[in-house]
């Protein structure tokens, strides 16, 4: 089988963000592939290693950079890389018909994305490619396990959680908790160099996006700080709930 | 027509759908006043939510049928487009739940339509719509403009003042639907604690970390000072990955987003994944050993000290 595992490079948790120009700015930040999908390409690599024969592909759209993620998930050990590459922002929609085509171009059965995107904080990818592709979905797993075509997990839904199986192919949504993403070796790193990472053009795909990206701000909403010292904590408590009553007023 | 999906749970309306109901008469008000304002429950035994949202919209459509009595992507997403196209709707509202975020996508590809998530507001004029919702784990607010005749739109839980019902109730109409086989199979359940006041839902969240110390911490501490306030609790994600909570209290880029009028954060240093779930709270309080903590940065009060001293401290100042 084949297996398709969708990355992104986002920026650094830790780094602080930058708007410039309308935009979020995100040259000389530090970035990397994005952890969601980590635990995507981590849970393809496990899934061929209980024994199932799998191809693993990694994708990304977008600029240049991004061949780094994809990089790091040869690294990793996927076996090759595509890199649809445009400076073109797309949303999940858009984005959804690039991987949708190439699903069915490398007749790939199974498709991991992550849950969440940390840069345009969509949960809609995963949905909307199996939506494209009429294949069903799972969504934020935290357990998977393969069998013949038949996949068996567990995911979070609106109020706890729910153990699932669906037949293959489908679109899965990885979280945390779904496994532990290995970090590249070194060996691995040397040998990830002489693996295929094939460019392909935007072009082909005849995207025309519907949404339109019209600006950008941080909005920090200003706090108060007002912080105590709580060496003498009865009088550091009298103090904070007597704020919280007659200042804040949010407690009675 | 503008059509808002009903989200409901136990038998309840959620306040998430009269969030939408705010937003959908604005939206009217922006579209000429004879922009009908249609409601769709969906669901199995749902004859009391139709009640109810009756006196929200100007028609109620009904799909009370065992096969929806369990929720599931394709089944909603077939559902709501097929009622979107017959009702020509031109703007469709769906919650920003889980389930929510996760079928909106598909209803947005049968339409061949925009689809703008977890907005936190929302103008349309003609058939242009400009909308604002956060990005980068929610350190940025980006507007977003969609052109044509119909959009999928979902709504930011908590952002929107909830509407207030109407006195008289609108007509209820029962709709056929032509619906697809569910492909994924549930083979289990397993539900939240519901004994407190529901997370998102809460005025007041009390939150704790690592800095509680234990799961017996967690319970003499933040469970306490919650029980005392009538709040919801909730978690960082180390102490859910350690146990000590269950994951449907988890805050943050993984669990839940919060925007309560107090949000009290015991022994959290606040990571960036922690902060994008609760940094939109209007009075964020911090109780912390660690003056250098991130936490304490976006938070209006604090107290620098041991949450084991402090938190009985507070506990007694509260109960005076």
Known sequence: MRILTYIRQVLDAEESVRVANNTVALESSKLVMDTMDEYGVEEALRLRESGVEAEIIAIAVGPARMQEALRTALAMGADRAIHVETDTRLDAIALSKILAEIAQKEEATLIFSGGQQADWDSHALGAATAERLNWPQATWTSALELKGTTLTGKHDVDEGSETFTVELPAVITTQQGLNEPRYPTLPNIMKSKKKELRKESLDQFNITPK?????????????????????????????????????AKVIA | ????????????????????????????????????????????????????????????????????????????????????????????????????????????????????????????????????????????????????????????PGIFNPATPRTESAEQFDVDLDLPASRLNITGKTAERNSRVSLTEADIVVSGGRGVGSAEGFTQYVEALADQLGAAVGATRAIVDAGWRAYSEQVGQTGKTVQPKLYIAVGISGAVQHLSGMNKSKTIVAINRDAEAPIFKISDYGIVGDVPQLLPAILAELKK
């Open chain 2, 1 to 156: 027509m503008i059509l808002i999906v009903v989200e409901h749970a136990n038998g309840k309306v959620s306040k998430s759908t009269w969030e939408m109901v705010t937003v959908a008469r604005e939206l009217a008000q922006q579209q000429g006043s004879d922009t009908p304002v249609a409601a769709l429950v969906l669901g199995s035994n749902v004859a009391a939510i139709a009640t109810e949202v009756a006196r929200a919209a100007d028609q109620v459509l009904v799909a009370d049928l065992p096969a929806l009595a369990q929720y599931d992507p394709e089944l909603w997403s077939a559902a709501v487009a097929q009622i979107a196209r017959e009702g020509e709707a031109s703007v469709i509202l769906i919650g920003g739940s889980r389930s929510g975020r996760e079928y909106s996508p598909r209803v947005a590809i049968k339409l061949d339509a925009p689809l703008l998530e977890d907005v936190i507001s929302l103008k349309a004029i003609g058939g242009a719509i400009t909308a604002q919702r956060y990005t980068f784990l929610a350190r940025v607010t980006e507007t977003i403009e969609a052109t044509g005749p119909v959009a999928v739109v979902t709504i930011k």
């Open chain 1, 211 to 247: 949404i339109k990206f019209a600006g950008a701000e941080i909005q920090v909403k200003a706090r108060l700080n007002k912080i105590l010292n709580g060496k003498d904590a009865l009088a550091a408590a009298a103090e904070l709930v007597a704020l919280l009553r007659d200042e």
